[in-house]
């Protein structure tokens, strides 16, 4: 079982650079505009958009989502990219520790802190797995073993469908967060994996003790599409095609679940491609926003083209502060110069 995690990891990352594993859905960003502020009585130099997570400080309010670990190719993926990330002052989400409560083999791809020793790391487990044996204890040792400030529970049902010995008795698993979340002493947060957490389930989690919502919509990589990819089930390859369009686009998961939990930790992912996609996220309630497989090329060549990478997204945001005449963080989650094209 554990050769077979390990296979599905490395399948994951050769796929998710091929432009099959996008599909087709929005991210819903485009329907949104700045206007442009001619005079913005700033020195560009100074205009600053650091903040915190888990009360650590953070240069930007940009994070790694969560991508990968269990494989060879992960280590080093993760590694270039927790360089980055600390060097850089962005937060660091990991990819499903499930494989390491099964077999140590690749552990150290997901032992981080040596090399980010002072940002937020966000530890990453399958909710659906509280239903298939992993216990209390297992998550705390997950903790302990990735010295995690943050857990996320990601939400993967129809990746779980199409993907092969997939995991999909979802029942009863409100319970069981709350319990995991009562239990432990960090944060705890959830995800989806590209199709969007909507304001009623965002609702649902809140109250089950979820910390914080990454609402992981859809524009970006389709797991329905991954896993048709790697699908030896001509079934299962026909009917992930009806899908390369699903999901809630992130723009309008952000904007109503901020309408709904004015107060509550948001996190935008899902299909940002730029500063700008970045920029429009933090104006319509986004505390932090997620970039995965826009990096994921530069983070298998070295830290140093993940740091040029995430250098031109803080110039794309520092750019648009700059053209609205948003001087600070605040400024820019408060204003009034975004609207519907």
Known sequence: MTDDIHKRKSEHIQHSLSEESLGHASNGFDVYQFRHHALPELDFEKINYQTSMFDKALNTPFLISSMTGGAEMAETINRNLAIAA???????????????????????????????????IIANLGAVQLNYGVTVDQVKRIIDLTEADALVLHLNSIQEVIQSGG????????QKINLLTT???????????????????????????????DVAGSGGTSWSQVEKLRSQVPIKKQAAEAFAGWGNPTARCLTEIRRDLP??????????????????????????????????TEAIESPEHVTEWMKVKELELQMVMFGIGAGDLASLQSTNRIEKA
């Not at 994996?193 to 089950?208: H, K, Q, T």
């Open 86 to 120: 600390e060097e850089q002052g962005w937060a660091l989400g990991l990819g499903s520790t499930r494989v390491i409560l099964e077999k140590e083999d690749f552990l150290s791809s997901f032992q981080l802190r040596s090399y980010a020793p002072s940002i937020p």
């Open 167 to 174: 995991d999909t008795n979802f029942s009863g698993l409100l």
């Open 183 to 213: 239990a432990l002493d960090i944060p705890v947060g959830a995800k989806e994996v590209g199709f969007g957490i909507d304001v009623e389930n965002a609702r649902r989690l809140r109250d089950a003790g979820i910390a914080f919502i």
């Open 263 to 296: 107060h509550d930790m948001l996190i935008a992912s899902g299909g940002i491609r730029d500063g700008l996609d970045a920029a429009k996220a933090l104006a319509l309630g986004a505390d932090h926003v997620g970039f995965a497989r826009k990096v994921l």
